[in-house]
């Protein structure tokens, strides 16, 4: 088992930045950390995502603006977002899967980006 808690989510204007962080807590070894994002009506989707090997991907909408980040020894990433845009509101979720492919969700935190 497996339990992410996010935090750092709010409401900023376009060109603003925001912080979001994850903890994974649960015995389990994590292989993949990342966050997806679910806009109103829209399917959620994937945003950026660390291997355990440290190789990290990001969607092209925010690939140069949004950084992931994570510490190995704590089971945290954080993510970085710079340039926001109005199309980047959404709830991020963060999103891990363990070494025996089990997949967790966080319950999702809120940013908001007003024009």
């Known amino acids: 088992q497996v339990q992410l808690v996010e935090s750092g989510g709010g409401l900023v204007q376009a060109g603003g930045s925001l912080r979001l962080s994850c903890v994974a807590s649960?015995?389990?070894?994590?292989?993949?950390l990342g966050w997806y994002r679910q806009a109103t009506g829209k399917q959620r989707e994937l945003v950026a995502r660390?291997?355990?090997?440290?190789?990290?991907s990001y969607a092209d909408s925010v690939r140069g603006r949004f950084t992931n980040s994570r510490e190995n020894a704590k089971d945290t990433i954080s993510l970085q977002m710079n340039s926001l845009r109005p199309e980047d509101t959404a709830v991020y979720y963060c999103?891990?899967?363990?070494?025996?492919?089990?997949?967790?969700w966080g319950p999702g935190t809120q940013v908001t980006v007003s024009s």
């Open positions: 649960g015995s389990a070894v994590i292989n993949v």
């Open positions: 660390i291997m355990s090997g440290g190789i990290t």
């Open positions: 999103y891990c899967r363990t070494q025996l492919r089990r997949e967790y």
